[in-house]
């Protein structure tokens, strides 16, 4: 990746504009509205101006005005700035599920990791895709956060949810729940383990991560009565970690730990598989949680949630989890640089 900006720069960060019939457009506008954001960083819309002009009347938003970059990092720092993605109309149906809008989100992701390889951005906050829609040819992949693991040559990512005082990862994630368990393995877990504690203390700057494990099975197995993950797989794991340095604490029964408020007791968390850590952390923390990939040489967020087709174009969508996402980014890349020196 070349370095085309200066440290003393605001980050600038590549916003993807995702399902163009979905809510995406809408939080995208209503977080960026909001002028204090451009005190932090230069944001960049990839997608298409005539979108946003779309859904700006359509949600009656006056106050969202932009910058049409006409070449390729020539961005204003104190605007939003837009990059066309696509020369086309293509038709944007609000709610309404449509090839056009999974080809729309491709082109902009397409558009917004190659000028962030190029070095014209510091990261990249991605709206919501529709996984049906979007998926081709160009874009096999389950979500993002594989499409991002294997695009930056990376062998494994974290999917790390990220609220307020909560942050949770998974060791599985896109995978079918009869599968799970034949993912389950040691290697798997420790690799997990290590990239959460890396993330932790690299992105959030927690010098000595306290990580809580917990169980795949009810009961966290009940002594091998309902399971063997724990005994075979799990606890050899975590207990030859310990013996390196490793504050690990676990396996725990899933359901009582939350309930119980154990989760405000760790820096991380790490579920074994995608709901059992997502049910409770949306939860706990839905409006303003976010979606970060652990592990990859470059800084990506997300909201977390989806395209949400019912309520698309209704001026009814909160954007408070893209605006988390926005400043987490920003976070983040800052905490990286500083650890540079």
Do not use: C, W
């Given at each position: 990746m070349t370095n085309q900006l200066k440290s003393k720069d605001k980050p600038r960060i590549?916003?993807?504009?995702?399902?163009?019939?979905?809510?995406?457009?809408?939080?995208?506008?209503?977080?960026?509205?909001?002028?204090?954001?451009?005190?932090?960083?230069?944001?960049?819309?990839?997608?298409?101006?005539?979108?946003l002009s779309?859904?700006?009347?359509?949600?009656?938003?006056?106050?969202?005005?932009?910058?049409?970059?006409?070449?390729k990092g020539q961005v204003l720092s104190k605007s939003v700035n837009v990059v066309n993605c696509w020369e086309d109309a293509i038709e944007i149906n609000p709610g309404q599920a449509s090839k056009d809008a999974g080809r729309a989100a491709w082109l902009s992701l397409k558009k917004c990791v190659e000028e962030l390889k190029e070095g014209f951005l510091d990261g990249i906050v991605t709206a919501p895709i529709d996984k049906n829609t979007?998926?081709?040819?160009?874009?096999?992949?389950?979500?993002h956060t594989e499409y991002f693991t294997k695009e930056f040559n990376t062998t494994e990512s974290l999917m790390l949810l990220v609220g307020e005082s909560l942050k949770v990862g998974l060791v599985t994630d896109h995978i079918p729940v009869s599968?799970?368990?034949?993912?389950?393995?040691?290697?798997?877990?420790?690799?997990?383990i290590r990239l959460m504690e890396m993330t932790l203390r690299k992105d959030f700057g927690v010098l000595k991560p306290k990580i809580a494990i917990l169980g795949l099975n009810p009961h966290a197995g009940d002594e091998g009565l309902?399971?063997?993950?724990?005994?075979?797989?799990?606890?050899?794991v975590?207990?030859?970690?310990?013996?390196?340095?490793?504050?690990?604490?676990?396996?725990?029964?899933?359901?009582?730990?939350?309930?119980?408020?154990?989760?405000?007791?760790?820096?991380?968390?790490l579920a074994m598989y995608h709901d059992q850590g997502l049910i409770?952390?949306?939860?706990?923390?839905?409006?303003?949680?976010?979606?970060?990939?652990?592990?990859?040489?470059?800084?990506?967020?997300?909201?977390d949630h989806g395209t949400a087709y019912s309520i698309a174009g209704k001026n009814i969508a909160d954007e408070s989890s893209m605006r988390q996402a926005i400043f987490l980014a920003t976070e983040i890349i800052n905490n990286r640089q500083n650890a540079l020196g």
């Open positions: 590549g916003i993807t504009l995702g399902d163009i019939n979905g809510i995406g457009p809408e939080v995208i506008i209503k977080a960026l509205s909001d002028n204090r954001i451009l005190n932090l960083v230069t944001p960049v819309i990839y997608g298409s101006s005539r979108v779309f859904y700006k009347k359509q949600l009656n938003i006056e106050e969202f005005n932009y910058n049409q970059v006409r070449a979007i998926y081709s040819t160009d874009f096999p992949f389950k979500g599968e799970i368990s034949n993912h389950l393995t040691k290697d798997r877990l420790e690799l997990k309902i399971g063997m993950e724990e005994i075979q797989v799990m606890k050899p975590i207990e030859e970690l310990k013996v390196k340095g490793k504050l690990l604490f676990g396996p725990f029964p899933a359901d009582g730990f939350f309930g119980s408020g154990a989760h405000t007791k760790f820096d991380g968390i409770p952390f949306k939860y706990i923390a839905f409006s303003n949680g976010v979606n970060y990939t652990g592990g990859l040489p470059i800084v990506r967020t997300s909201p």
